[in-house]
Structures are given as structure tokens and as C-alpha cells.
């Protein structure tokens, strides 16, 4: 009965939108600009004082009535909240902190069915940044606690794809070695190809108070190549992981199996071990550090000297610049050891900076742009060519999603790498382009 109560409040407060816009005069505005600072600096219940006397005058500004729901969250004010929130959805529905907000404040009121529908609408969009499906798996995680249920996820891709440079041929004619000469690089050879990718989430809380969570996720991913068989990749990955959330901080243990086939035969297996932790300063900052420990061993004996392990480092920030649109930043730094032989490219130190930009600028478009830089210092001295090898690598990729329906998506990528190898045999250029549909369901 209180529930069915909050949604009639709810319902009738978002009725009173008009269908003419309303504009605040000077003494308003500088109301307004002074419950920002009073938000700003957490004085909630001041700001929530000042919103509340202005919003009739302004129902048709999402931005003052996304503050009124989150001074009225703040403070308590749960209802005045949520039909704040609902106001901001009627006029703008791309407005992702919006829904999250919406979806947490009916998760307050105990209006668990609403916010679930909510919180999976937010998994769907497909541009979503990592620190909102943390936060979106905390309450989902603390929803299926209360109703003693558990979540699945599921999300499917198939396209095709174009490769430039199939087998990473060189970019250089030739190539010369001391002594014996200059010899021909082996061409770039190019392909077209269909791409499957298969990922399943399953989500379940144990935890007494919603915390705590057991995430498995299962993925697979095919490429097949129309000519060239023999670089067709198949692989399999298990990552289950252990994670407890609170409300600024996650902490995750993730766990990770995978196996990789190239041109149909099994290539290798890895095994690796994450603990990761990201902390939240503000709603529209967010730190991650995690640590990955991992293993290699390969199945052909000819490739039994790659067997190898290693040790990840990344640092990385993520900005919300907007309502819509968000950058985040990346430092990776890794090193490499072989177990055994004499193979001179498998020991070496990596280190690499990276920047994504997502803007979602329509509710049904959204556009990614990722740049990227990575150095690889082999340890080991060749005979063969008198140098110590260094890659340097630059990458950048763009990638288009229209939403066709809440669901169903289709995207558009183009990558481009360009290697530059002290051994200049091992440079290379190779752009790809691919198209696809996914479902997230």
C-alpha cells in the first residue's frame, strides 16, 4: 500500500510538467547558482531548502531538478526525489547519471521490480563506463539478496570483418642483416572474415547486507577467415570473480582461464590471478589499480619455449565530462619472463598509456574514440640481426553504436597500428575494419 502510494505521488508531481516553458528571472538565478555551491560543498539540506522554492518555476530544466532529486536523495526526501528524477527522464532520456539515480532512489523506496528494470535498462547501453556497472552490479547484487535471486547476463555479436595485414607482414621492403646481406620481407597478405562473440554473466549475491558478490563471466570469441585458415582464432575464457562493493570503493578478485586455438589447433592456455580495487572520489571520478599475475603454457612442442609468466600494473581515471560523455585513461606496465630456452623474443619490459572518449550523443547513438601507445624492450641480445629488439606501437580506434532497439545495437569499427621495430623486419602497418549486430539481454 505505501508503495503503490509513492507512485501515485510520484506520478502526479511529473503531471505537473507544463507543456510551456518556464525561464527563472535574476533573483532566481542567483538563488539557484547559490544551492550549486551549497550542493557542492554538501550542504545538502540548505540546497534542498533553496531547489525546493524555485523547481515550479523550472520543470522543464533537467539540470535544476537533477539537483533538487539529488539534494532531496541527500536529505532523505525520497519521493520529492523520485519524481525529480522522473522529470529529468521525461525531458532528457539520455541523461545515463539520471537513470542511474532514478534507479537507485526506487531501489530506496523498496520499488525493487521498477529498479531492477532500471538498472538492467543501464547494462544495456553498450557505452556504459566501468564505474557505473560497478555501481549498477552493487544494487542488483543487494535486489536479488532481497527477493533471494540471482541475475544473468547475456550479450551476442556477430559481424565481419576486413584485415589489412592478416599475417603482420612487414612494412619494410627488406631488411638487412650484418654480414649475410639484404633479403626480401615477407608481404602483407590480407583477408576478410566473420566474427562470433558469445559473453555470459551470472551474478550472485551472498553477502548479509548486498556487499558481497560472486560474478562468473564465460566468454567466447571466433574469427574465420575466408582464404587464410591458418590465422582463424577461436577463444575461450572463464573469469570468476569475488567482489565486495561499498558505496565508493570495489574490491574484486578475478580469476582467469583462458584458451586461445589458432588456425584450428589448441595454441595455448593461460592462467592469471587480479586483485583490483577502484575507488570513487566523486560521482564523476573514479580511480582504478589492479595487478594481474599471469601464465602461459603452449600446447605444440615446437612452442614449449614460449612458456612463460608475468606481471601486469595498470593505474587508470575515469571523468565524467558530462551527463553523456566520459573519458578515461589508462597506464599499463608489464613485464615478461620465459621458463626455459633460448628464444630471444619472449623476456622484455612493457609499458603503454591509453585514453578512451565515449559521448553518447543521441539516446540511440554513441561514438567511441581510443588512442594508444606501447613500448616493448626485448631483454635479450640477437646474433642474428646485433641489437636488442624495441617495438614501438601506435594504435588508434574509432567505433560508431546505434541502438536499433534497447537491446539490439549495430557498430561500426575502424583500427589502425602502426609498428615500429628496431629489427625493421618486425614493422608493420594494419588497419581493420569491422560491422556487427549485438543483443544484450
Known sequence: MIQTHLRSLAFMVVLLLPLHTYALDQVQQTSYEEAKKHYAAKSYAKAYATLSALYMSALDDPELNFYLGKSAYEVGEFPIALAAFERVEMLDPNNVRNQLELARTQYFLRLFSEA???FKKILQNPGLPENVRLNVEYYLSSIAKEEQ????????KVGILYDSNVNF???????TLPVLGTFNSPDSMSDSAHEETLSLVHLYDFGGKGGALVRNQLSMYNRHYRDEHAYDLRLFSYNPALVYNTQRSSYELIGGIDRLSLGGKSYYTGYSLQPKWTYSYLPSLRQTLALKMGKKSYFQSSDTELDSRSLEGMAGLEYYLSSSSAVRADLTASRQIKNSGDRIDVNYNEIG??????????????VQAQLGFKKRLYDDYSTLFASNRVDETKSGTLTLIQRLTSAVSLEAMGNYNRTHSTMSVYSFDKY?????VSARF
Open 149 to 156: 535471486r540471482s541475475f544473468w547476463f547475456t550479450t551476442a
Open 116 to 118: 531492477e528494470d532500471g
Open 353 to 366: 598509456p591509453s585514453i578512451l572518449y565515449t559521448n553518447q550523443l543521441l539516446p540511440t547513438t554513441i
Open 169 to 175: 607482414g612487414s612494412s619494410n621492403d627488406t631488411y
Open 432 to 436: 581493420t575494419l569491422s560491422m556487427g
